[in-house]
């Protein structure tokens, strides 16, 4: 027989807390129990938690009668009365129902500080577009259930009347090898070091989802996801990798971590609910403490999921560019939806950026606007007050609702024709006019980045409904 195999939600199980008791536990009974079954080994954990006075001398199973004992009831976490700091750049141009959400979460008792994006707009929990510093602790939800979503633009030394003059091998390039949606999947997959990583065998939930991570590699979700040839123009010589100022063929994709992270996004936000009750309006900003198991395992999950989006966009573009030729120049990546461990003020912090783009000094990141307007490389200037933050794109003017409901499809062909964009799928909740007006909300941000090129699209394909 092997080693006891515990399990965090074993002990969440028999109604143990989310806090170092479960790892206390864990590593007490695999010491002394390891060759008993793991159902009398839960049993003795059981009972210590009913009786832990008739425990807390016990030479080996004391420490954790100890730690029941020192356990006070958890009530439901309170709000504090005071927000804590905070900055909005562009508010001229974001609805209040947004800004009361930066508000909320700004009074959670772990919240250091926060920042709202130009771009921002209503999500869940957090708004999309919302920065926020925690202290020590991990909202699910103010990740965001894509985790990981990336820009990836890749500039090519291919000449941009290609794109007129073999306009119809790039358009059947994105027809034939990009998949988008829930369904479409590549007939072949690259082997990927991203598999062999130890947290899909050692966490269950992606040892569960292992599988639909491999079969997913090198496709694009719904929704407002797309993979682009276009324009690219560097406005600088040499701001960019040393290119010249000019005009170059680029691939620009959005995409992020698939079915991986939206079940490991959907899993730990209802984990982090139960462990930390909150009042009603502020439940989806529940939070896992990082000196927790659970809090540990999400942290390894998210990161392993921002990695899997990377890996998706590389195979995106090795894909794109076998089939259309070309030599890779320079490529611009970054993330949102997303939580780093940074050092703001002297301290470190966990700083979430739900839809909103890294932009630390010097940082080079791309800023998209919709299919038929540009979007901009960047660099970072490290703004304090924005948490070294900047937008991740114009953000909703409408709601996909709305936008389905009042838009129609004339009005989309006559702007993608006026723009001379020719799209593949797509949909009217993903219209053009859904938008807010991308030069505006650069405008509003003039204090977090400096453009350094820009991207116009030609040839664009999304899922379609």
Known sequence: MGKIKLKGKDLLKLGYPNNKIINIAIEVMQKNFEKKNKAYVLSILKDIQNQPDEYKNHLMLGQIAKEILNLTKVEKRKLESQRAPFKIFGIEQITEEAIQQLYTS???????????????????????????????????????????????????????????????????????????????????????????????????????????????????????????????????DHSMNQLPKGKYLGILSHSGSRGLGAEIAQTYTRIAIEQCPLPKEAQQLAWLDLDSHLGIEYWTAMNLAGEYAAACHTDIHRRLMKITGGRLLARVENHHNFAWKEIHEGKEVIVHRKGATPAADGQIGFIPGSMTSKGFIVRGKGNAEALRSASHGAGRLLSRHKAKNVITNSEISKELKKHHVELIGGSKEEAPMAYKNINEVMNSQSDLVDILGTFKPRLVRMDKK
């Open 106 to 236: 700004l009074k959670l008792p772990i919240s250091i500080r926060g920042a709202l994006m130009p771009d921002a707009h209503v999500g869940y929990g957090l708004p999309i577009g919302g920065v926020l510093a925690t202290e020590n602790a991990v909202i699910p939800y103010g990740v965001g259930v894509d985790i990981g979503c990336r820009m990836c633009l890749s500039i090519l030394d291919v000449p941009i009347s290609y794109l007129e003059g073999s306009k119809d091998k790039y358009l059947n390039a994105l027809l034939e090898h990009t998949k988008f949606g829930m369904y479409e999947t590549h007939q072949s997959h690259i082997e990927h070091s991203i598999f062999e990583e130890e947290a899909f065998q050692m966490i269950p939930l992606l040892r569960r989802l292992k599988a639909k991570a491999i079969q997913q590699m090198g496709t694009s979700g719904g929704g407002n996801h797309f993979v682009e040839f276009g324009e690219v123009e560097i406005l600088e």
